[in-house]
């Protein structure tokens, strides 16, 4: 069962230990795809409740393999005053081109028509890999909320050519493999969404102003260090259930088992985690 009273000591622990104030409500690693329409709904409404005067932006995903569904948590988000909407693509019948995508894209957009709107690409969980690059060509005038791309891929070369191709649009690329943020603010990412954030915010956060400086080597520490964890971890083996056990230990906040099919993590994972993270050295001394 989903936790609501918890969300009220998640929002104040991100926004004074960990420096972030922009959250992305159920998405992948909050398992938005396996709750229902009604505990979505319940999600979206606890983050921008507890949110409000201390986040600055929130950002719902709606996306959902029905399209009435993901329709109808869009004008949901709209009207509890969401910060931005994204959508993911539907992963059992695909959209195979597209004009599909695109099409499905408008059709959730419309419902919420004054929501900025995120496409909220990942093609290694939905099998979708019609590339961002194309996708973007005209798609304003599809869908005039259009703001950006959640982009959770490796593929730099699509990245930066969604950048290049779109620089006078002012468009938000928001990077989602935590690992390789450095890569993707190098080509002109201009924010990130990602599961790591919510237990070393603090410590991206200094990354990305030693990136601005711009301070290189230092900002390589920090990306390297991030690194050398999610390396250790992803041994191990690390998902959504490990994400869990990771930030129960670093925040003190209990965040529970995931949903079936995922089983929560071992206590030995979470042993080995602790000790791994503490073991870390950041530059800043902590």
């Given at each position: 069962q989903i936790n609501l009273p918890v969300i009220r000591q998640y929002v104040d622990y991100l926004v004074n230990k960990q420096n972030v104030k922009n959250v992305f409500v159920n998405g992948t690693t909050g398992e938005g795809l396996s709750l229902s329409i009604?505990?979505?709904?319940?999600?979206?409404?606890?983050?921008?409740?507890?949110?409000k005067d201390k986040l600055d932006h929130v950002i719902?995903?709606?996306?959902?393999?029905?399209?009435?569904?993901?329709?109808?948590?869009?004008?949901?988000?709209?009207?509890i005053g969401a910060g931005g909407i994204a959508v993911i693509a539907p992963f059992f019948f695909k959209p195979t081109n597209k004009d599909e995508l695109v099409s499905l894209l408008q059709k959730v957009a419309s419902e919420a028509p004054d929501v900025p709107f995120y496409y909220?690409?990942?093609?290694?969980?939905?099998?979708?890999?019609?590339?961002?690059?194309?996708?973007?060509?005209?798609?304003?005038?599809?869908?005039?909320?259009?703001?950006g791309v959640k982009f959770s891929d490796m593929d730099l070369l699509d990245l930066a050519q969604c950048i290049h191709k779109n620089e006078a649009q002012?468009?938000?690329?928001?990077?989602?493999?935590?690992?390789?943020?450095?890569?993707?603010?190098?080509?002109?990412?201009?924010?990130?969404?990602?599961?790591?954030?919510?237990?070393?915010?603090?410590q991206t956060n200094l990354m990305l102003e030693a990136f601005a400086k711009p301070d290189l080597a230092l900002a390589q520490k920090y990306q390297f260090l991030?690194?050398?964890?999610?390396?250790?971890?992803?041994?191990?083996?690390f998902g959504v259930a490990q994400t869990k056990a990771v930030m129960t230990f670093v925040s003190g906040i209990p965040m529970g088992p995931p949903r079936l099919p995922l089983l929560g993590a071992s206590e030995d994972f979470a042993a080995k985690a602790k000790a791994k993270?503490?073991?870390?050295?950041?530059p800043d001394g902590d």
């Open positions: 009604q505990e979505r709904k319940q999600l979206a409404e606890e983050w921008m409740c507890q949110g719902i995903h709606v996306g959902a393999l029905s399209l009435p569904e993901s329709q109808e948590l869009a004008r949901h988000a709209a009207a909220y690409h990942i093609p290694s969980l939905t099998g979708v890999k019609i590339r961002v690059e194309e996708l973007l060509e005209g798609i304003k005038e599809r869908i005039p909320t259009f703001q002012q468009l938000e690329f928001l990077y989602g493999v935590d690992e390789q943020l450095l890569g993707a603010l190098a080509v002109g990412a201009n924010g990130a969404v990602g599961s790591t954030y919510n237990y070393l915010g603090r991030t690194g050398e964890f999610l390396s250790f971890v992803i041994k191990l083996g993270l503490d073991s870390i050295v950041w």
